[in-house]
Every structure is written in structure tokens, then in C-alpha cells.
């Protein structure tokens, strides 16, 4: 119970997060050496989570008389909390919830390590690109340095592409498991937060019929508002903590990229490369500096016993000095060496964060949930109790124990956690059939379409071929006609070879209607083989879609729209307050897992 009422504690300390975030925003400091004003707006916020936190909550509800409706929906009320706590609701939310916490770390400390990648994989194409522009190649072969010069540019940006990649992949990794584990701490607090309804209603009926200020001044219940009132105060403590060791993550990462940029110099002789690497560097210094900042102004009053003032201030000074005389490996050393220091220092101030996390917050919150459920466990006995003799007096009967068995479990709360995963297995197996009967249906258009274009070109080759027959037959009979003109020439002859002529006239006839004959099979034949191999090619087609649409099947069906968000030198204090939203949980998941096997295909 405690820990279903840290998720709500939680949520009023983002609100008030968010507005120091904006009063921040809106007086923006110039110099960074300067410190932020611990007597500032900080103060003025702890204030109101303080007295928020203390302010004790009247139950304020209409007087009315005990009846047995109002009795059996306060039993109900009771079953119904039992059999929640019988399920251990409430250990198995610490549990997944503790699995989140531990997933959203690695996932802070992967979330920047891809960002800067993104960083130096877009620096080393605009590298690339810069050489292999025509006046700088041709520069540079003058002087014989072009080869090596682009050898080197290709080779860090290739291994700028591999790195960015294995990043994303190892990012969409833990956030699916992170994700994952949200998801079932959010089931399992959803069932917390009905056991919290129930005990409220149950409060409210109970002051409607006996009292409210009678109820509030029992010594259990004023126990149990100062038990709510530190475990708010431990549990904001540790929401502000973990977002403080991202902001530090980030800090650590941007100064370590800075330091490999410096550490080039002293293999760089031109003086705007020099001081092309040293802006590049120096950027990265000074988005370390801002998020260590943001991290002291977000604890407010916390002394940090590493990375001071005095030694941020010493480490801005030493890079503004670089700037006067590049060329001088002196003052380049003295950087190098003051980050250096800085990074050792940064590294043992994450620890410490790390040692007051785990062993000092932690530990307080779970004496602080364990002391709120044990109170709570006893004001609800008693109010119990105080509703049997008050039942007595105004029903005159007694509370049966069997009116409080809770019997048997309900199967439909049991292993929702592998219906969840069934679930979303389902979908995603029916997302992918979908997407296979959408092929098919288009490859069934596709093969109807290539069929009634084949028939076409049947029908085209029959009127061409059925042409050219009757054009010759007409040739045919034009050449017999001219031939009988010729033989009235030889009038003198005629009536002597009349008869063989028209024995020849019969022969030729024949000869043509077995001409014909022939001609009509062979083209009969040539149609029969042209639609057996249109047939052939369409069989083909059908079996090379269908082994493409095999292979298909076997990769990745779903295209997530992933968006990845542009990087910024600013500090990058709400990405990890975002990653306690609860909202669209689920559907982030779903986009997450398919992003996954997006990656690995």
C-alpha cells in the first residue's frame, strides 16, 4: 500500500518539478561559473512539498444512519481488500517496479551514449563530405596528403556508422525490457491502487455512521498520516536523486567526448583544424558543465563532496585561456590534465549517488512502506472492530465470520502477466497474417491482370493470322484468273486442251485445300505452344512471388515510426521524467518490441 501511494506522491512532485523547471527557464543564467542561488525558487518549492506533504486530510463526509445495504457494501468492501492481499498485490508491484528502476537506469545511461553517437557519426560524414569536395581534394593532392587524408576520414566514418548501430540495437533492447517491466508494475499497480479505493470507501462509510472527527483523532490514524506524510518526503527524495544521476550520466559521457577531442590535438599541426577541434571540445565541456549544474540546482541544498564550484570555475578558466594561444601545447596539456581530473572526479561523484541511492533512500523507503502497511493494516482492525460493536447496538446482531470469507480466488486475475504477453503475441502473429493475405490477394490481381493480357494477345495473333490467310487465298485465285486470260490467246487450241485443263483446275484445287488444311494446324499448333508457355511464365511468376514472399515472411513485417529526437547542447533534465510516465505504456511497448526485431533482422 505504501508503494501504490509513492506512485501518486510521485506524480504531485513532477508537477512541482515541472514548474521550477519553467521559473529555471525563465531566468536563465549567463556565466557558468556562477552558482545557483540555494535560496532561490528551490527553496520556495521544497517549502510547498513540505507543506504539502504534512497537511493532514479531513474526512469530510454526510452523517447517516447504519443499515444492513450500508453494512453489506462496507463487508464487500473488506472481502474484496483480503482477497487482494492474498494475492501479495503488493510485494509483486515492489518487485516489478524494482525491476523497472533498475532497467530505466541502464536505459538513461543508454539513451546518452546514443545520443552523442548520433554526434560523431554526423561529424565524421560532414568530415568525409568536406574532403571530397573538388577544391579541397584537389588542395590536397598538391600536396600529396589526399590518399591518407581520405583513407582516415572513411575509415573513422565507418566505424562511427558501427557504433551508432550497435547502440540503437542495444537501446531498443532495453527498452523493450524496460517497457516490459513498466507494464507489468502498472498492472500489478493497478491492482494496489483498487485495494487503496476500497480501504477509502470503507473510511468514508465508517465516519458517515459513527463520526468523522471522532475517527481522525484515533492514534493509529494520526500514526498512519505521519507514516504517509515521511514516506512522501523518502519517496520524492528518490525521484529527484535518480533524475540528479541522469543529468550527471549525461555530464559524464559529454566530458569524455570532449577529452578524445582534445587528446587529438597534439597529432594536429593547421591552426583551423586546431581550433575547429577545440570549439568541437569545448562544447562538449560546456554541456558537461550545464548538466552538472542543473543536477546541483535540482537537489537544491545537497553539497556535493566532489565536482565544487571552486573546481568548475578552474576548469572554465583553463579552456578560456586555450583560446588565446592555440598553438601553445602548454596551455592544451593544462586542459587536458583539469579534465582529466574532472572526469575521475565526476566518475566518484556518480558513485556516491549510486551509494546514497541504494543504501540510504532505498532502504528508508522500504522501512517507510513496511511502517505504512503495518499501520494501516492495524487502523483498518480497529475500525473493524469499532463497526461490530456498532452493529450491535444500532442492528442488533453480530458480524458472522463467514460474512467476511473472501472463498475462493478469481481465475480471471490469476498469471495476467502471460495473458499479456499471449496477447501481444497474438497481435503481432495476426498483424503478420494480415499482411501475408494482403500479398497474396495482390499477387492473385497480379497473375489475373498477366492472364487476361495473354488472352489479348491470343485473340490478336488469331485476327492477324485468319488476315493473312484470306489474303492469300485472293492472291491464289487472282494468279488462276490471269492464267485463264492467257490461255484464250490460243484460240486455235482451246477446245483441243479443254479437258486437260480442266483436269488441272482440279488439281490445283486439291492442292489448295490441302494447303489450307495444313496451313489452319500449323497455326492451330503455334497458338496451342504460345498459350502453353504464357501458362509456363505465369507458373514461374507465381512460384518466384511466393519465394520472395517466403523470404519476406521470415523478416520483419511491421515498419514502427520511430522517431528519434534531434540532438541538443541544451541539458537534458526531463528526458528521464519522462520515463515515469504511465500513460501509453502498452502501446509503447507494442512499437518497442517491433523496433527490436526490426533491428536484428
Given at each position: 500500500m ?6 501518486i ?30 535560496e ?5 518549492i ?10 493532514r486530510v479531513?474526512?469530510?463526509?454526510p452523517k ?10 462496507y463487508l464487500e468492501l ?11 498485490v ?10 523497472a528502476?533498475?532497467a ?5 545511461h543508454?539513451e546518452?551514449?546514443?545520443?552523442e ?6 561529424k ?10 573538388p577544391g579541397i ?8 596528403i ?6 582516415r576520414?572513411?575509415e573513422l566514418s ?7 548501430e ?5 537501446l ?12 507489468f508494475?502498472n498492472?500489478?499497480?493497478?491492482k494496489?491502487?483498487k485495494?487503496?479505493?476500497?480501504h477509502?470507501?470503507q473510511e468514508e462509510i465508517?465516519c458517515s455512521v459513527?463520526?468523522s472527527a471522532e475517527?481522525?483523532d484515533l492514534v493509529p ?5 505521519s507514516?504517509?506524510?515521511?514516506l ?12 540528479g544521476?541522469?543529468?550527471l550520466?549525461?555530464a ?10 582534445w ?5 594536429i599541426?593547421?591552426?583551423r583544424?586546431r581550433?575547429?577541434?577545440?570549439v568541437?571540445?569545448r562544447?562538449?565541456?560546456v ?7 542543473s543536477?546541483?540546482?535540482?537537489l ?13 570555475q578552474?576548469?572554465e ?12 601545447n602548454?596551455a592544451l596539456k593544462?586542459v587536458?590534465?583539469?579534465?582529466q581530473?574532472?572526469q ?8 556516491w ?6 543504501q ?5 523507503l522500504d522501512?517507510?512502506n513496511a511502517?505504512?502497511e ?8 480497529l475500525?473493524?472492530e469499532?463497526l461490530?460493536?456498532?452493529v450491535h ?6 458480524i458472522?465470520p ?15 502477466e502471460e495473458?499479456e ?10 498483424g503478420e497474417?494480415n499482411?501475408?493475405e494482403?500479398e ?14 495473354f488472352e489479348s494477345?491470343?485473340e ?21 484468273v490471269?492464267e485463264a ?5 490460243e484460240?486455235?487450241f482451246?477446245?483441243?486442251?479443254k ?6 483446275r ?5 492442292l489448295r485445300e ?9 497455326d492451330?499448333g503455334i497458338?496451342?505452344g504460345?498459350?502453353?508457355e504464357s501458362?509456363?511464365?505465369v507458373k514461374?511468376e507465381?512460384?518466384r512471388e511466393?519465394?520472395k514472399?517466403?523470404?519476406h ?9 520511430h522517431q528519434?529526437a ?7 533534465t ?6 515515469y510516465?504511465?500513460?501509453l505504456?502498452?502501446?509503447n511497448?507494442k512499437?518497442i518490441?517491433?523496433?527490436?526485431f526490426?533491428?536484428?533482422k
Amino acid at each position: 500500500m505504501g508503494n501504490c501511494l509513492s506512485n501518486i506522491f510521485i506524480q504531485r512532485g513532477m508537477d512541482l518539478i515541472f514548474r521550477f523547471l519553467q521559473l529555471r527557464q525563465s531566468n536563465p543564467t549567463s556565466n557558468l561559473s556562477h552558482s545557483p542561488n540555494p535560496e532561490g525558487p528551490v527553496d520556495d518549492i521544497q517549502d510547498e512539498i513540505r507543506a504539502e506533504g504534512t497537511q493532514r486530510v479531513r474526512i469530510e463526509v454526510p452523517k447517516q444512519e447504519l443499515t444492513e445495504t450500508l453494512l453489506q457494501e462496507y463487508l464487500e468492501l473488506e472481502r474484496m481488500a483480503r482477497r487482494l492481499e492474498r494475492k501479495q498485490v503488493l510485494s509483486n508491484w515492489e518487485t516489478k517496479n524494482h525491476l523497472a528502476d533498475e532497467a530505466m537506469r541502464k536505459l538513461v545511461h543508454l539513451e546518452a551514449r546514443h545520443k552523442e553517437l548520433k554526434k560523431q557519426t554526423e561529424k565524421a560524414r560532414t568530415d568525409l563530405e568536406h574532403l571530397e569536395q573538388p577544391g579541397i581534394r584537389a588542395h590536397l593532392r598538391q600536396q600529396g596528403i589526399y590518399v591518407s587524408r581520405h583513407e582516415r576520414a572513411k575509415e573513422l566514418s565507418d566505424s562511427a556508422i558501427v557504433k551508432e548501430e550497435t547502440s540503437f540495437k542495444e537501446l531498443a533492447t532495453i527498452k523493450a525490457e524496460y517497457s516490459r517491466a513498466q507494464l507489468f508494475a502498472n498492472l500489478y499497480r493497478e491492482k494496489c491502487e483498487k485495494l487503496e479505493k476500497a480501504h477509502q470507501k470503507q473510511e468514508e462509510i465508517f465516519c458517515s455512521v459513527n463520526g468523522s472527527a471522532e475517527y481522525m483523532d484515533l492514534v493509529p490514524v494520526r500514526e498512519l498520516e505521519s507514516a504517509q506524510d515521511w514516506l512522501q518526503r523518502v519517496t520524492l527524495a528518490k525521484f529527484k536523486w535518480t533524475n540528479g544521476r541522469a543529468l550527471l550520466i549525461h555530464a559524464s559521457i559529454q566530458l569524455s567526448y570532449g577529452l578524445a577531442s582534445w587528446e587529438e590535438l597534439q597529432q594536429i599541426n593547421g591552426a583551423r583544424s586546431r581550433y575547429f577541434t577545440v570549439v568541437e571540445a569545448r562544447n562538449n565541456f560546456v554541456n558537461s558543465i550545464n548538466n552538472i549544474q542543473s543536477c546541483r540546482v535540482y537537489l537544491g541544498r545537497v553539497r556535493f563532496p566532489y565536482v565544487t564550484e571552486e573546481e568548475i570555475q578552474s576548469m572554465e578558466l583553463a579552456i578560456q585561456n586555450a583560446f588565446n594561444d592555440l598553438q601553445s601545447n602548454v596551455a592544451l596539456k593544462r586542459v587536458l590534465t583539469i579534465c582529466q581530473g574532472m572526469q575521475d572526479k565526476l566518475n566518484s561523484l556518480i558513485s556516491w549517488f549510486d551509494k546514497v541511492i541504494n543504501q540510504t533512500i532505498i532502504r528508508d523507503l522500504d522501512k517507510a512502506n513496511a511502517n505504512v502497511e503495518k499501520l494501516w493494516t492495524q487502523t483498518r482492525e480497529l475500525r473493524l472492530e469499532l463497526l461490530r460493536k456498532l452493529v450491535h447496538e444500532k442492528l442488533g446482531r453480530e458480524i458472522e465470520p463467514k460474512e467476511l470469507d473472501i472463498g475462493e480466488e478469481e481465475e480471471d486475475d490469476d498469471n495476467f502477466e502471460e495473458e499479456e504477453v499471449r496477447n501481444e503475441e497474438l497481435e503481432l502473429s495476426v498483424g503478420e497474417v494480415n499482411n501475408e493475405e494482403g500479398e497474396e490477394e495482390n499477387l492473385n490481381g497480379e497473375v489475373v491482370d498477366e492472364e487476361r493480357g495473354f488472352e489479348s494477345e491470343d485473340e490478336l495473333r488469331r485476327g492477324e493470322d485468319k488476315s493473312e490467310n484470306e489474303e492469300e487465298s485472293e492472291g491464289n485465285q487472282e494468279e488462276l484468273v490471269e492464267e485463264a486470260e492467257d490461255g484464250g490467246i490460243e484460240e486455235n487450241f482451246r477446245e483441243e486442251d479443254k479437258s486437260e485443263n480442266e483436269e488441272d483446275r482440279g488439281i490445283e484445287e486439291k492442292l489448295r485445300e490441302e494447303e489450307k488444311s495444313r496451313n489452319k494446324e500449323k497455326d492451330r499448333g503455334i497458338e496451342e505452344g504460345l498459350k502453353e508457355e504464357s501458362k509456363n511464365e505465369v507458373k514461374e511468376e507465381k512460384i518466384r512471388e511466393g519465394n520472395k514472399r517466403h523470404v519476406h515472411r521470415k523478416k520483419v513485417i511491421f515498419v514502427p515510426n520511430h522517431q528519434i529526437a534531434s540532438p541538443s547542447t541544451s541539458s537534458i533534465t526531463l528526458s528521464s521524467q519522462n520515463l515515469y510516465e504511465n500513460g501509453l505504456r502498452k502501446s509503447n511497448l507494442k512499437e518497442i518490441i517491433k523496433i527490436h526485431f526490426l533491428n536484428i533482422k
